[in-house]
């Protein structure tokens, strides 16, 4: 029941007519090789827009952020975020984004919003070795869960990741947080430098006295510089933010 009624409002916003906003083509947006940036400043677009917000939602809520959606369902949630994205309504999405948000989507795994996880990705520099990658990872740590996960952005350039973990049968609970640095390169577009991970707030005292971990000195000493993580938003307002990594794995993220 849930999908027949998300699907029928789905197809609502599929329907393209002589109505429809200009430069909003949802077939050629869902190849990433045709995706370009774009602003919509037709303010009777904002009824459509707060629709699609609201079933994308929806679907995310009971879907533990995308992760038990159907093969249908996901194919609905990528078209709404297509779509959304092509309704995007702010021109800066680089410098409209600082402020705390929550991850309530992806279409990938939680943990690659990370900035410690998408800087491994730029060091693999290969989209199938990474995938293997993660995807190992996530099958070694899959008695668990994640939860929380959320990104502070600050006007300073400073941006951290917080990850919480539930790992094991105990279970250990930690949060792993990640702080990066970032610079705006384009309207839409972030360049990320991470700078150290901790584990904070776990219920194992150990764990939680370990120091500061100055990854982005240790690629520095391995490697000669630290690697570079590019993010694009397609979309922001005043409660919702669609960020796409190098590999066009998407992120919805809510206002905290």
Partial sequence: MRSSRILSK?????????DSPSDYDPDSLLDPNLKDFTVDTNEEDESIRTELKRELLLLSSVSDRGL?????????VEDIVTQLEALNPTSE????????????????????????FQTIRSVLNDKTSADN??????AVTSVGKVGRVRQVIQENGKFTSEVDLEVGFL???????????FE?????????SIDSTIVKKSNIPLLDEMPNVPVGDFYNRVRGSIPTVYLKTYYVDDSVRITRDVDDNFYVFVRA
Wanted: hydrophobic share 45%; net charge negative; proline share 3%.
């Fill in 10 to 18: 789905h197809i609502l916003f599929s329907t393209i007519d002589d």
């Fill in 68 to 76: 038990f959606l159907s093969t249908e369902e996901k194919s609905i």
């Fill in 93 to 116: 999405t680089a410098s409209q984004s600082y402020g705390v948000w929550d991850l309530v989507c992806t279409n990938t795994q939680a943990f690659r919003s990370s900035p410690f």
């Fill in 133 to 138: 990658a993660f995807n190992l990872h996530a």
């Fill in 171 to 181: 279970p250990v609970r930690v949060r792993v947080i990640t702080n990066a640095f």
């Fill in 184 to 192: 705006i390169i384009g309207a839409e577009q972030w360049e990320l």
